[in-house]
Structures are given as C-alpha cells and as structure tokens.
C-alpha cells in the first residue's frame, strides 16, 4: 500500500477551503484530465452521517494503453464513483472520508477490482481553523493495488498523485508547511 500525507497551511477561511476542495473542486484534476460531466448529489444525512455520492467523467490524456484495453468503450475516459463521508462536522474542524471506484471497466473485472477490493483507493481530507483566516489541510490518500504493476502504471499513479497535489496547492495559492511520502 502506498500512503501519501501532505500538509498545508491555507491563508484562507475554513469555510472557504472546504468549498474549494470539496464543492467547486474541478481545480484538482485540471492539469491531468478534461472534466466531461460531473454530478453531485446533495449531502445527506446516512446512520447518522452526511454522505455524499458523485459521479465523475473524465478524459485522461495520459492513461496507459494498458488501462485503456479493460474500459468498457476502449477510449480514455474513465467514470468514477466518488463516495465522501463527513466523519467530523464542526465548524473549525471538518474530516472527510473519500472513497473512488472505476465504473466503466468490463463487468467481470469491475467485480474483481470493486468488489474484492484489488484496488483500493482512499483519500482522508482534514480540516482544522487555526485562526479566522488561516486553516491546516492535511491530506492523506492511501492507495492498494493487488495486481501486478507496471512502471507505466506506477509512473501514472505517482503523476496523478503529484498533480493533484500541486493543483490543490495552485487552487490556493502556495504556503505549504510540510510533504511526506511513506
């Protein structure tokens, strides 16, 4: 399992950020794929905690050749179910649980990937106010993959992974405090 935390010091409300990463969050994946649909369904209220679903299209000009042969229309596009869970809702400080799965791969291993959990992708996006106008983000994304990989595969992933990191830093305008990868 890859583990990724970053932190970063927002000079922005908490409000606010939470709104830029997680209502208007269309600035995450800009450099690395075209947005064809995005749906998001309003926050609800599951076994006493607000849910979200979304649906996501996206065209991902650098998907491997190799991903690309197990969608179900051959092309670059991959839809995304994306799953957040509110596990901390107060006003200076808010955690989300996200949770990704690919929807357009051929039946039999959509199966497999979602069902049997082979590849597990998760995203845990934390926010605590320090003052009025600053607020601590601190993200950990955790990703499995139980499939043999590929260098392309795994060079694909870490430049995703990397871009969103700095799309989300862009969105914000600099001030990171501290990266670790383990």
Not at 63 to 75: I, Q, S
Not at 96 to 102: H, W, Y
Not at 115 to 122: E, F, G, R, S, Y
């Given at each position: 399992m890859t583990t990724i935390e970053k932190t970063l010091i927002i000079d922005d409300t908490l409000i606010n950020v939470f709104n830029?990463?997680?209502?208007?969050?269309?600035c995450l994946f800009e450099s690395d794929a075209k947005i064809l649909e995005w749906k998001q369904n309003p926050w609800k209220m599951k076994r006493k905690i607000l849910q979200r679903k979304e649906e996501v299209n996206v065209y991902v000009e650098d998907?491997?050749?190799?991903?690309?042969?197990?969608?179900?229309?051959?092309?670059k596009n991959l839809r995304l179910e994306v799953k957040n869970k509110m596990l901390i809702d107060q006003n200076n400080h808010k955690?989300?649980?996200?949770?990704?799965?690919?929807?357009?791969?051929?039946?039999?291993?959509?199966?497999?990937?979602?069902?049997?959990?082979?590849?597990?992708?998760?995203?845990?996006?934390?926010?605590?106010?320090?003052?009025?106008n600053k607020t601590d983000v601190k993200i950990y994304i955790f990703i499995k993959i139980a499939i043999p990989k590929t260098k392309a595969l795994e060079q694909f992933i870490g430049k995703i992974i990397d871009n969103i990191m700095n799309n989300i830093l862009m969105a914000f305008h600099k001030n990171q405090d501290s990266h670790k990868i383990v």
């Open positions: 830029k990463l997680f209502e208007d969050n269309d998907l491997p050749d190799e991903v690309v042969g197990y969608t179900t229309e051959g092309n955690k989300i649980k996200t949770k990704f799965k690919i929807l357009n791969v051929n039946p039999f291993l959509r199966t497999i990937l979602n069902d049997l959990h082979v590849i597990k992708i998760k995203n845990i996006t934390e926010l605590k106010a320090i003052n009025e």
